[in-house]
């Protein structure tokens, strides 16, 4: 689903060139006419130069902080259940998409060289991971989503399907479903030497080239957005009627309407968490994946639709890599107690690097508490005073992140 294909070869994708800052051989005579025609030609390839340069290291810097926050954060104590690994998985993929994908595309644009023609290694390594992290991202959100309708339509099967165990064992099983069928990059691609010391990480293999442009696309399409995407959807509309069903029902006692009222705000926190995240991967994805099926079956295009179509490309691809960059904002609007746990770990980052004044500030308080006392007791309540606030720092710090609102029960 990553723009690495397109530039393999113009063979495999022909939609797809960066061959516009090649110069212009311009007479006296038509010096205007042809800077209006180069001009008009090439200002959305242009644009989405700009696109590549900028946005990457934004979505780079912000991915990077948010999903290792996240991991984190769900690797605490507190926080320790089977969707917490999930979410955990989720981080880590979506953190090598960007790595694998949008910084080898940045760094294409700054340099002009493509780090997979580097080495064959690079070349077949670099392609599968890709595709390979974006499939378990996607995947990971299915399988959250079919954990949360099992909590929520048989809550006494939760300790059956919903251990530890099993978390393991679908995780795993998805990342070898995963990495199995994007295996072919690992077989077919190779280094083609376009030029001398110039090498493009493609394939002049005809059946393989004929699988890319003709099977491929719509194995990806339906592997990495239709069925994920619709398994999703369906999940999450069959939780908003549980929630919504779960609000009409009355004739209960206070104390039986209260405990109700904090289930079904659990349950609509998640719910809430996993439309979002679903929302946000149909918005992200299905742009990109639609592409890819149409250039298949476009004619060749004119130069103009050439630029037009680069800087469509870009808001495609600078777009689904952004699903795999901002999951954590979604987290912390979600999430109260998350928001709390992030504050927190903050706060106690702040404090570390300034422990010294941290300290010192410990110290003052101490000393102003024991101002009133003779000399002896003064310096004992000092060392008191000053050992109660570190504990009760501690325990406050424990006790924010004590459990994220929307997760399940431990089982």
């Not at 004119?302 to 179509?309: D, F, G, R, V, Y």
Request: glycine share 4%; net charge positive.
């Amino acid at each position: 689903m990553e723009a690495l294909i397109e530039e393999q070869t113009s063979q495999i994708i022909p939609f797809f060139d960066l061959t516009t800052n090649t110069p212009v051989n311009i007479t006296d005579s038509t010096t205007e006419t042809l800077k209006t025609n180069v001009a008009e030609e090439h200002i959305a390839t242009v644009i989405a130069k700009h696109l590549w340069t900028i946005v990457p290291p934004i979505l780079l810097l912000l991915g990077t902080i948010g999903n290792v926050l996240t991991i984190v954060v769900f690797s605490r104590k507190a926080f320790r259940s089977t969707i917490s690994i999930y979410l955990t998985l989720l981080a880590v993929s979506d953190t090598v998409v960007l790595y694998s994908g949008i910084l080898r595309q940045w760094l294409y644009y700054l340099t002009e060289y493509d780090i997979r023609s580097y080495h064959i290694v690079t070349c077949k390594l670099l392609t599968w991971l890709i595709y390979t992290s974006l499939d378990i991202s996607a995947w990971t959100i299915v399988a959250v989503t079919i954990e949360r309708l099992i909590s929520v339509y048989v809550p006494h099967k939760v300790k059956t399907f919903c251990t530890t165990k099993v978390c393991y064992f679908v995780l795993s099983f998805v990342i070898v479903a995963c990495s199995l069928v994007n295996g072919h990059f690992l077989v077919g691609l190779e280094l083609l030497e376009v030029a001398v010391d110039s090498f493009n990480c493609a394939t002049n293999n005809a059946g393989y080239l004929t699988f890319l442009e003709d099977i491929w696309p719509w194995m990806d399409l339906c592997v990495y957005s239709l069925i994920p995407t619709g398994l999703i959807i369906v999940g999450n509309a069959l939780l908003i009627r549980k929630v919504f069903f779960s609000t009409l029902q009355t004739q209960q006692s206070m104390s039986d309407k209260r405990q109700q009222l904090n289930r079904q705000k659990k349950m609509s926190s998640m719910t809430t968490m996993l439309i979002s995240i679903s929302i946000l991967f149909l918005i992200c994805t299905t742009p990109v994946s639609i592409h890819i099926i149409l250039s298949s079956y476009l004619p060749s295009p004119t130069p103009e639709q050439k630029a037009e179509q680069s800087l469509i490309w870009c808001v495609e691809n600078l777009l689904m890599y952004s699903g795999n960059a901002i999951n954590f904002i979604l987290y912390c609007f979600s999430g109260s107690r998350f928001r709390k746990e992030i504050s927190a770990i903050l706060k106690k980052s702040c404090c570390y690097v300034r422990g010294l004044r941290c300290r010192s500030n410990t110290s003052v308080r101490s000393k102003k508490t024991g101002s009133n006392h003779n000399t002896d007791v003064s310096g004992t309540i000092s060392k008191t005073t000053s050992t109660t606030s570190v504990i009760s720092s501690s325990d406050a710090v424990s006790v924010v992140g004590i459990s994220f609102n929307t997760l399940p029960e431990q089982s």
